[in-house]
Structure formats: C-alpha cells, structure tokens
C-alpha cells in the first residue's frame, strides 16, 4: 500500500500495517514523536491495533530548537 | 525595607511556579551542547520548542533536542511558530500535547507576515479561543496593542506576551508606554518576548514592571551565547529588583547633593 509521510510517497509491500509495525519500519521505537492521520490524531495507545490504509495522509513530527 | 526584607517571589503563570522570570528559546545555536549550556547558563525554567516534522532520514541514535534538555526537568513551552492561520496554530498545538504526553502550557504565535514576522491578531484570538475550549493554558504573543492584550487575558490566555519589537531583530523595547498600558490593564502575567537585544532591553522590560521576559535570538546570536546568557539572567533579575526597589523620581536638577552641604573646608 502507498502511504503519504510528511509530504513523501512510501510503498509497503503489505496490506495490512497497525501503526505499531508502521513505527517499527520507521525506525522510530523509543523516540518522541506524535502521528496524525488525515488531520486526526492517533494516540500513541491506539497504536496496537489502529490500522493503516491505501492512500493515508501521516504526519509524524516531534520537538526541534525554536523560539 | 532592608534587603533582607525582600524575598524574591516566584512567577506564576497557570498555577505552575517559576523562580525564573527568563524564559528562553532552543533555536539558532550552533548545536545541542550549546543549547543545554546557554539554557542552564540562563537559568530559566521555561523553554519554548517548536514542532516540525521528524526527519525519517536520521539515523536511529542521532540525538534530538529532547536527549539535551530532558522534559522533565525543564517547562517545555511548544510554539506555534510558522504558522499563519488559527487552524494551523491549533492543530500544531495539538500534536505538541500528544507530543508531550498531554502538557498543556503552549505558546500561541500566529504571524501576518513573513518578512516582519508580525503578528496577525485576528488570527491570534481566533486561534487562543479554540485552545482555551480545549484545554489548554494559552501564553500567547502578540502585538504592543494594549486593546488586543486586554481582550486576550478576557477569553482566558494565562500569560500576555507583547512584542518588545520584532522577532529576531534585536531593536530592543520601542514602544515602553504601550508595555506600561498593558501591564497597567492586566492582570495574568505579562511578558516581553521578542526584540530583545542585550541585558540592558531586559532589564528595561523588567524595570517597566514586566512579570518576565521571552528570548532566543540574542543570547543565541551573541559571540557568546553562554555568556550572553549569563548576562540576560542577571539582567532580569536586576530589573526585577529595581521595580520593586521604586526607582527615585527623574528630575531636571535636584539642588541637592549627596554630599552633605555643611561643614565645607572654608
């Protein structure tokens, strides 16, 4: 299935991808990070079981040195 | 009053209390250490953090900011800044508290314009009464306008942060009548963020009666940022200490010398 992250277009060779393994093929267990999925946002204890679909929209941001 | 008299009190701002009357930005240095450094140098409590995406690239332990400056032992304040719409600001806001496992202090900054960075108001008011219905404790930047700041406190914002003047320019406090006025009306604390140059802009906020003062460009910009930040810390507390010393009334001339006026070897 095709996901959008962050503006960029990525393949997974599945069709079905819970959040969680989505956060493991990402590289992203242990860090702080927060997910939204076509502007809603999917707290990090929905992760187990919310599932991914052809086509979603995810942002995926976290905190960076500002004013 | 003696100075011992005098205990330093501490800033509240939405029931949480602050020692520290500086708060201080995490952008523009030249790496983590230094920003851990220049922040503890300041010894402010309260640093503002902005929110953009991950960068997916990165390798897996390459440190972020958060390694640097652990969220529980700072008040992390998550910005808006880069947005230019209420609906932009909000939903930045909202994943900054899932973020941050459900922190709700934010700082609301909606911009008008991308070259002053000035601030839209409009927006800004639109913007805090979606948050404040939410949940969150709203410190929010805005203009010097001392209508827009009363109007801000009336819909709950916690914390009123008038420009001193604009983001990152360094021009220093231009306008100190309208900052009178706003601390004047208000009640919820009221703090200088932006245009702050050097300790002395700092402490001439403090001096006018500001409850604190927000930072980034000056201490991060300086030659010597951890200096710098030293610098600002003592600024502060200087102007802090200055208002509620009552400074003496300004006079033309006085005809009255410190010296005493008897005695004089004739």
Known sequence: MKISINGKIKVFDTDILTFESLVKELNLVGKRFAIEKNGEIIPKSHFADHQLSNGDKLEIIGAVGGG | ?266
């Not at chain 2, 406190?153 to 009548?177: H, Q, R």
């Open chain 2, 1 to 266: 009053m003696d100075k011992f008299a005098y205990k330093p009190e501490a800033m509240i701002i939405a029931g949480r209390s602050f020692k520290s009357r500086l708060l201080v930005g995490t952008g523009k240095y030249k790496d983590f250490q230094e920003t851990k450094s220049a922040v503890d140098e300041s010894g402010a409590q309260i640093v503002t953090v902005a929110i953009r995406r991950v960068n997916l690239g990165q390798d897996r332990n390459e440190p972020s900011l958060l390694d640097f400056l652990p969220p529980d032992q700072y008040t992390y304040l998550p910005n808006t800044a880069g947005c230019y719409t209420a609906d932009d600001a909000v939903r930045t806001l909202r994943l900054a508290r899932e973020l941050l496992d459900g922190h709700n202090l934010v700082k609301l900054e909606v911009l008008g314009d991308p070259k002053t960075l000035y601030p839209n108001v409009v927006e800004t008011l639109e913007a805090a009464k979606i948050l404040i219905k939410d949940g969150f404790d709203v410190m929010v930047y805005t203009s010097d306008d001392p209508i827009i700041a009363k109007q801000l406190e009336d819909i709950g914002c916690c914390a009123v942060m008038p420009l001193a003047s604009l983001i990152g320019s360094g021009m220093g406090i231009l306008n100190p009548w309208n900052l009178e006025i706003i601390i004047d009306t208000l009640s919820v604390p009221v703090i200088v963020d932006a245009g702050v140059g050097t300790a002395s802009d700092a402490s001439i906020a403090m001096e006018l009666g500001c409850d604190g003062v927000l930072m980034n460009t000056a201490i991060a910009t300086a030659k010597n940022p951890i200096l710098m930040a030293s610098a600002m810390k003592k600024s502060v507390e200087a102007g802090r200490e200055a208002f509620l010393a009552g400074r003496m009334e300004k006079k033309l001339y006085s005809a009255s010398p410190s010296s005493p006026t008897t005695g004089i070897i004739k």
